[in-house]
T-cell receptor, first 114, second 112 residues
């Protein structure tokens, strides 16, 4: 089954404790992206990647890191989480072939930073 | 920065009625997407609109794109309770910029 998976689905942590949220897709998509969703703000792009070893900042990259060492994986790293990073996070992927960049989303990770 | 505005933000409508959600964006783009999100769930792709004048229909939902006006609409015909969800439009940035921009979403509640 074609899918985007994220782990963990729920995470409660404390300020300053480094964490990683994993994202994996099995559709051989070139494009992968991380978003955060906050009430009243819609989805905002954190980082995206056009392919392996090609990452770039979205609109809200501060406090986050990413890497793309393999095509299927795109982990999101919070080196020193703060309470304002409490949010719902989505990973998404899309193909860059053809005219559409329709994105397929993972199930989401609800992060609480105390 | 590309801005995407949706309105209304909240919509409560009776079953059987028609309504339209609007999505305006601030820069040139030929690619617009509509997504649906149920409470506590992820986003599900509804429509992909890739050119000016594109119209797509699925059941009681119809989406259209006017790139000259930088406007997309999502029209709901004879609403049913199952359509209750949050709807997002998203715009693919112009060529050379590889970001996506989402609207703030329209929370739709269909009342029996």
């Amino acid at each position: 089954e074609a899918q985007v998976t994220q782990n963990p689905r729920y995470l409660i942590t404390v300020t300053g404790k480094k964490l990683t949220v994993t994202c994996s897709q099995n559709m051989n998509h070139e494009y992968m992206s991380w978003y955060r969703q906050d009430p009243g703000l819609g989805l905002r792009q954190i980082y995206y990647s056009m392919n392996v070893e090609a990452t770039d900042k979205g609109d809200v990259p501060e406090g986050y890191k990413v890497s793309r060492k393999e095509k299927r994986n795109f982990p999101l790293i919070l080196e020193s989480p703060s309470p304002n990073q409490t949010s719902l996070y989505f990973c998404a992927s899309s193909s860059l072939a053809g005219g559409s960049r329709e994105q397929f989303f993972g199930p989401g990770t609800r992060l609480t930073v105390l | 920065e590309l801005k995407v505005e949706q309105n209304p933000l909240f919509l409560s409508m009776q079953e059987g009625k028609n309504y339209t959600i609007y999505c305006n964006y601030s820069t040139t783009s030929d690619r617009l997407y509509w997504y649906r999100q149920d409470p506590g769930k992820s986003l599900e792709s509804l429509f992909v609109l890739l050119s000016n004048g594109a119209v797509k229909q699925e059941g009681r939902l119809m989406a259209s794109l006017d790139t000259k006006a930088r406007l997309s609409t999502l029209h709901i015909t004879a609403a049913v309770h199952d359509l209750s969800a949050t709807y997002f439009c998203a715009v693919d940035a112009p060529e050379g910029v590889n970001q996506f921009y989402f609207g703030t979403g329209t929370s739709l509640t269909v009342i029996p």
